[in-house]
């Protein structure tokens, strides 16, 4: 008799269905899996074996053929063990097999039949959901992230036995119901905690209202890290579907304890592989870029990172997710994220930054190599470049402190509605996302205005690329000041950023 359990794979993200059948027959006993599984797949026929026998159940002396279909998709990791099993005890008769049709079923087994967490639970949630199952049987460990999704049973299971008892109808399992969301912000830090630094702190709150990426130029100490560290603090809370979206990768990648509520703050190291920071590997997995999708990517000592890495950064940049391909296929993970780069002027970093104590040590061709390490392309992408002199430790204790983050989490979250009315007819929703076309469309500037900033082009022979720069952050602060038209205003504030005019 072949028995056929629901279960589910990763792609991606994203689950899709697979099942599993069990065939017992008469022969020599043993157990094959077939339909491309990989070692650990194989490793779940002992597994399974011995947590049914220690269950306190039969293992049947027959010759067991497993069939993952369909065969041509790839399965790993060990969701498969609750699945198997089931099926070899259905083969038996010990489970019927009436409520099968209704459930996906995944778990890991301990040898003891003790339920251990899987990949990508959230996922297979979803896909129950989209397929009109009655739920999903997981492990307890994974109810929470499941719960996210409403309209399905969501059912726990600690054990193989309570399995068994809830497939025969014996016991019943309440199941989780849906999380409600509580997006209390409980951030530790605040940027009220940075004395000073207004025009770095505005600039922060411009990228952070209009989507743009940021590049931090000073000298070690001067608050760069710091800085980056609140970024998240001053953006709105996630929307239900970021936190789906964003707990879906972790889950995936098998990095998940909690549904995930603040928006992720991810700081790699400049030695990170092109992998780690991308995604891939033998079995794909998401990179750094995914795990900061709806939140910050920051670089540190940006002209360290390996060239390919930031180069590597622009299609994300570009398409807001990225795809990773192989010959089996390519896979699409999500990518949107603000990018937060942060650099010292030279290698020694105080070229243009010498306060009296600290001197440049270094040759103008140490500064210009240094420099160059960054490609134009990359910088092209980051609308604003800001410097960032270090307050003095006398000086510090004395300065006032700045806002609070709520209040400038207040003027940010305004901005983003302006723009999301905007651009709610387009596939994108920040002001930073614009191209050529669509600046030419939204961005309306008064007649002063324009004046303005054609002079500036003439003064400061501005590029075709810096002075559509300047349009797209005008617009972010008119979005902050609430107003449909670029006025002189807005036009002199983005100019303030001098460092943006000098990076045509
Ligand atoms: N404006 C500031 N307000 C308060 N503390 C500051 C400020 N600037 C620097 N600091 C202090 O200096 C430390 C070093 O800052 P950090 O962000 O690590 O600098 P960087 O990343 O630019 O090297 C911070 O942890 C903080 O204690
Ligand atoms: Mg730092």
Do not use: W
């Not at 614009?434 to 002063?448: G, N, P, W, Y």
């Not at 349009?471 to 670029?486: E, H, R």
């Amino acid at each position: 008799m072949v028995s056929n359990v629901k279960s589910y794979t990763l792609i991606g993200v994203n689950a899709v269905e697979v099942l599993v059948q069990v065939d017992a027959s008469r022969g020599m006993p043993g157990t094959i899996v077939v339909g491309l599984p990989d070692s650990a797949v194989k490793e779940s026929r002992e597994r399974v074996k011995a947590a049914i026998v220690n269950s306190g159940y039969p293992f049947p002396a027959k010759k067991i053929v497993i069939n993952l279909a369909p065969a041509d998709v790839k399965k790993e990791g060990t969701i498969y063990d609750l699945p198997i099993s089931i099926g070899i005890l259905v083969a038996q008769n010990i489970v019927s097999g009436k409520r099968l049709n209704e459930y996906l079923i995944a778990g890991e087994l301990g040898l003891k039949g003790e339920i251990r967490k899987v990949k990508g639970a959230l996922a297979a949630a979803i896909l129950a959901k989209q397929k009109d199952y009655r739920g999903i049987i997981l492990p307890a460990e994974n109810a929470e992230e499941a719960s996210l999704i409403s309209g399905i049973e969501i059912i726990p299971i600690k054990h193989l036995s309570e399995a068994v008892a809830f497939l025969n109808g014996d016991i019943q399992i309440e199941p989780i119901t849906k999380n409600l969301i509580e997006n209390n912000f409980s951030f530790t830090i605040d940027m009220s905690d940075i004395a000073g630094q207004y025009h770095a702190k505005r600039a922060v709150e411009i990228a952070a209202a209009g989507g743009h990426n940021i590049l931090f130029v000073g000298p070690p100490g001067s608050g760069k890290t710091m800085l980056s560290r609140r970024i998240p603090t001053i953006l709105p809370p996630m929307t239900e579907k970021e936190i789906i979206e964003t707990t879906q990768i972790y889950s995936a990648a098998g990095m998940l304890n909690g549904i995930i509520t603040e928006r992720p703050y991810r700081a790699p190291h400049h030695t990170v592989s092109d992998v780690a920071l991308i995604g891939g590997g033998s079995s794909i997995k998401p990179g750094e870029v995914s795990l900061a999708h709806n939140g910050v990517l920051f670089l540190d000592e940006f002209p360290e990172f390996k060239r390919s890495a930031l180069e590597a950064l622009r299609q994300p940049i570009e398409d807001g997710e990225v795809t990773i391909s192989r010959i089996s296929g390519s896979v699409t993970f999500p990518a949107k994220f603000m990018l937060v780069a942060a650099m010292n002027p030279c290698p020694c970093g105080f070229y243009g930054f010498e306060d009296g104590v600290h001197y440049c040590t270094c040759s103008p061709a140490q500064v210009k190599r240094y420099r160059s390490k960054v490609s134009g392309p990359i910088l092209d992408r980051i609308d604003i470049h800001v410097s960032l002199p270090a307050v003095k430790p006398e000086e510090l204790a004395k300065m006032e402190k700045g806002e609070s983050s709520e209040k400038i989490r207040k003027r940010v979250t305004k901005a983003h509605e302006r723009q999301k009315e905007r651009f709610k007819k387009l596939s994108f929703s920040f002001n930073g996302k614009m191209d050529s076309k669509a600046i030419k469309k939204f961005c309306k500037l008064t007649e002063q205005a324009e004046e303005i900033l054609n002079r500036a082009v003439k003064t400061y022979a501005l590029s075709a690329r810096a002075y559509n720069r300047i349009l797209k952050l005008s617009l972010t602060i008119a979005d902050l000041d609430g107003s449909d038209v670029i006025q002189p205003k807005h036009i002199i504030e983005t100019l303030g950023f001098r460092e943006n005019i000098s990076t045509n």
